[in-house]
């Protein structure tokens, strides 16, 4: 039905839901890719997936940027049908949204720190 990407300043995961399951798939090497399929074997119809594999293939890099993200997920969009991007920060508590007529990764990223908008101190 849905995935839900979550993270914190320790660790990302994507909980896969459906009406009658939610599996947690946690970040592997810091990193958590998701797309609009499931990757868990409990409820995936299919693992392969070519733009799941293109993110992935950060995890080859040194050091990612927000940027690197961003040309990754460009590279992979669904044209019209993309109509949401996020890539998250953990580390500094910081979400980079665009959303809009797609596909949405060709418009730029505005970062929000969610952390100032629910006016919580930065732990």
Known sequence: MQNVAICDKNRGAVFE????????RSAVEGICVCTNHFQTKKLATSTESRRYDVLSQSRKLK????????KQMHAVNLGKSTRQTMVFEPSSLKLHLAF????????????????NLLNVKNR
Do not use: M, Q, Y
């Open 17 to 24: 839901i459906t009406t009658k399951n939610v599996v947690v």
């Open 100 to 115: 809009g007529k797609g596909p949405a990764t060709r418009l730029p990223l505005r970062t929000l720190e969610p952390v």
């Open 63 to 70: 050091k990612l940027s927000v940027a690197d993200v961003a």
